[in-house]
């Protein structure tokens, strides 16, 4: 029997890839009901497929596609990038939690608490913070990126928004918060809710092992995370990747897919290292990389684009 820690993005899907497919799992989470998670920002292509696996059509949740992401000022088009209600797809998702004694198989989701792994060595935490708020502005990304992290404001649609930060410090990123209201027009007001949370800032291979003892984990908790904060398809991609090799009775290739999987996510963690060193060559030479693989799947950008951006 199969015992899940943590319904997230990267539990809930792997719990429904189970059940569908005649394995016995349960899931159990700390929280007793869904709350106003952050993260609501998906890129629909990947969101659409990975999820239609468990039948569940993302076009149910989404809350607005937005025409640009506009990066320190610069206007790029959007591709791929949406916004879809987390909130409700997780509370679709949900059943009733049960833990089980004495599981075969402990998966731990339980982000960047990682409560069942061993600690990583070394391990980033970027502390983050963000508001639900009210603002009348025209519906796009708006971005604003420093070497010591970035702010966002992402459109829910009826004119609400998450606007928030991660950074080196809390110090920081409230700083970047006040600087992207100033450059963009997002007024200061009463947010409907705010909340405090952390985000990996390590890439799989940092975060080994991914599997120990009978305890085997996904998303966050391993690191799925990209440079620029992204971790809702890497987890989902890191559950579809664990039930694979689980099918295929070889869990002991599941580091070795990982790594090789979300490769990506290795470069772009390794953009972020050589940013906050201001290491401007390595970042010159990783650039061409994360621009060809995300200009596919995000925004239309080019190297030069970035490199203005950035000021690089
Ligand atoms: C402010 C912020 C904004 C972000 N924005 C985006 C975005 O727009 N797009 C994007 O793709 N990514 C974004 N991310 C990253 C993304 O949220 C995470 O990478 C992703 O949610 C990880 O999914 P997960 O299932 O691994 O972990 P989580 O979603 O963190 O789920 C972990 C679950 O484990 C539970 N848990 C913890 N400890 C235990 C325990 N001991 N026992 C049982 N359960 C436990 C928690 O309650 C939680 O429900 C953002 C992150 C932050 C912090």
Redesign the pocket.
């Given at each position: 029997m199969i015992q899940i820690?943590?319904?997230?993005?990267?539990?809930?899907y792997l719990y429904h890839l189970f059940e569908q497919n005649g394995y016995k799992a349960n899931i159990?989470?700390?929280?007793s009901s869904v709350d106003c998670?952050?993260?609501?920002?998906?890129?629909y292509s990947e969101a659409k497929e990975l999820y239609s696996r468990i039948g569940v059509d993302i076009d149910d949740y989404l809350l607005s596609k937005p025409e640009c992401v506009v990066v320190n000022g610069v206007v790029l088009k959007n591709k791929n990038i949406v916004?879809f209600d987390k909130k409700k797809l997780l509370r679709d998702l949900w059943v009733d939690f049960k833990k089980i004694e004495n599981p075969e198989l402990i998966i731990d989701?339980?982000?960047?608490?990682r409560?069942?792994l061993p600690p990583i060595k070394q391990d980033r935490l970027f502390p983050?913070?963000?508001y639900l708020e009210k603002q009348k502005i025209e519906e796009n990304i708006y971005i604003l990126a420093k070497n010591t992290g970035y702010s966002?404001a992402?459109p829910l649609g009826n004119n609400m928004w998450?606007v928030?930060a991660?950074a080196l410090s809390l110090e920081d990123a409230n700083e970047l918060i006040r600087k992207l209201r100033e450059k963009y027009g997002f007024k200061s007001c009463e947010a409907e809710c705010s909340?405090l949370?952390?985000?990996?800032m390590l890439p799989p291979s940092k975060c080994r092992p991914f599997i120990y003892q009978n305890v085997c984990g996904?998303?966050?908790?391993i690191g799925?995370?990209?440079g620029a904060?992204?971790?809702?398809?890497?987890?989902l991609i890191?559950s579809k990747v664990l039930f694979g090799c689980i099918e295929r009775n070889k869990l002991g290739e599941y580091e070795n897919c990982i790594v090789k999987e979300l490769e990506w996510l290795e470069v772009e963690q390794k953009f972020v290292e050589a940013m906050l060193n201001k290491k401007r060559f390595s970042m010159l030479r990783l650039l061409p990389k994360i621009v060809k693989f995300e200009r596919e799947r995000t925004v239309e950008h080019s190297v030069e684009t970035i490199r203005s951006i950035l000021g690089i």
């Open positions: 820690f943590g319904a997230g993005v990267a539990g809930t159990f989470d700390v929280r998670r952050c993260a609501w920002g998906i890129i916004t989701a339980t982000g960047t608490s409560a069942f983050t913070v963000q966002w992402f998450h928030g991660g909340c949370a952390k985000i990996r996904v998303g966050e908790a799925c995370v990209s904060g992204e971790g809702n398809v890497p987890a890191s």
